[in-house]
């Protein structure tokens, strides 16, 4: 069992950034989801094992990153240029080698982007 924690979320104005963590108990493939209030959960960003790989949604690409520690087996999410249409709890996900979906879910942690 795979544990996350997720840390960094706040309220930002439009056009600012925020950095989301989270903290795994091993090394393993992970990323990111969102829900924004009366929406579906929906796929932001993963990052292969090794950290060779990424791939973002198209509605956060140029915007937002992610990138492993693994050192400190962390993922990060830097966020910029926010908009109001970010808004959501944000989850960390991860995904075991070999799996086609993922596997273990963090808590979440609210982002709020005011316009």
């Known amino acids: 069992q795979v544990q996350l924690v997720e840390s960094g979320g706040g309220l930002v104005q439009a056009g600012g950034s925020l950095r989301l963590s989270c903290v795994a108990s091993?090394?393993?493939?992970m990323g990111w989801f969102r829900q924004a209030p009366g929406k579906e959960r929906e796929f932001v960003a993963h990052?292969?094992?090794?950290?060779?790989?990424?791939a973002y949604a198209d509605s956060v690409k140029g915007r937002f990153t992610i990138s492993r520690d693994d050192a400190k087996n962390t993922v990060y999410l830097q966020m910029n240029s926010l908009k109001p249409e970010d808004t959501a709890v944000y989850y960390c996900?991860?995904?075991?080698?070999?799996?086609?979906?993922?596997?273990?879910w963090g808590q979440g942690t609210q982002v709020t982007v005011s316009s």
């Open positions: 996900a991860a995904r075991e080698t070999g799996s086609l979906s993922y596997n273990y």
């Open positions: 091993e090394r393993i493939a």
């Open positions: 990052i292969s094992y090794v950290g060779s790989y990424t």
